[in-house]
Each structure stands twice: as C-alpha cells, then as structure tokens.
C-alpha cells in the first residue's frame, strides 16, 4: 500500500501532538504547474505566513520540500537560511521512485513533468535534505512512501524524538 506524503503526515499527527502546515496550502498554490517563477521570492513569502500561523508553545509538521523547479523547470534549492530560522527537530523525506511520482502528478493535477525532471529533482532533494539536516544537527530519516511498514517505524522514532 502507498502512502503519499500527505497521508505520511496524517499518520504522524495520529502519533505526535502536532499541527500540520502545508507550504503549498500556505500559499494558496491552486495552480496545477510545479515549476515556480521566483523561488526566492516565494520562500519569503513562506517565511511571513509561517511566522504569522506559528506559536513558540506547538509542535508543527511542516509539509514542503527542499528544492524547487524554477520557470525553466530546473531545479534549485530552498536557501539554507530558510531552514535554520524554523528551529527543525527532524527532518523526513518522503521519497518514490519517479515513474510513480510521475504518475501521481498526472492523476492528482493532470499534467505531465518529463521523468528526468523528476529524477533530477529527487536526486537533489535527496542530498540537499541531508545536507541542511547536518548543518542544523538534527535527525534525518527517509522513508519510501510505498513501504508501510517503514513508514511506521520511523513514526515510532519521530514520536520519541518530539518527546524529548
């Protein structure tokens, strides 16, 4: 059984006490596209909403990623500097391999993105996420989202790191 990232986060609110922010929701993105025009500009504007809907006393799951297409559909990371004014516990990367992301991207917003974008994208997220989870000496863990019961046990572990 699948388990896409949103649902990957459903699971973590029903274990963790925490409230659940969505990067995309934030922005009110109703466009279909996945390339954004600047990304600079469009984590700014992230940051604001962030500060505005975050309190010091709650524990939230931020729903984002940390590379982004551009308008030419390269790909390009999310500042360093965006992260380490979060105050991140962990980090999870929820990963697939890309002729399902592909899939999924054509079922859920009817567009199709060229596999080697995908694979580009991945491959950097993949690397970038680690990098920013070093830089700011925090957990990272990576689960694939078709692997249930892994999704599961790095529940479990995430559960008792927010405890701590």
Request: net charge negative; hydrophobic share 35%.
């Amino acid at each position: 059984m699948e388990v896409e990232k949103h649902n990957c986060a459903k699971k973590i609110q029903e274990k963790i006490d925490c409230v659940y922010l969505s990067a995309s929701q934030l922005l009110k993105w109703s466009k279909k596209e996945k390339n954004v025009e600047n990304v600079q500009e469009n984590q700014r504007k992230l940051k604001e909403l962030l500060k505005e809907k975050m309190q010091d006393d709650k524990l939230y799951l931020i729903d984002g990623h940390f590379t982004l297409w551009n308008k030419e559909y390269k790909c390009e990371k999310i500042p360093l500097t965006f992260f380490e004014d979060l105050n991140i516990k962990c980090i999870l990367l929820v990963v697939e391999n890309e002729d399902v992301i592909e899939k999924r991207l054509f079922v859920r917003d009817e567009i199709n993105v060229l596999s080697e974008n995908i694979v580009s994208i991945s491959d950097v997220e993949k690397e970038y996420s680690q990098f920013v989870a070093e830089k700011l000496g925090v957990y990272f863990y990576q689960v694939n989202s078709s692997n249930e019961n892994q999704v599961n046990i790095l529940i479990n572990q995430m559960e008792q790191i927010c405890r701590a």
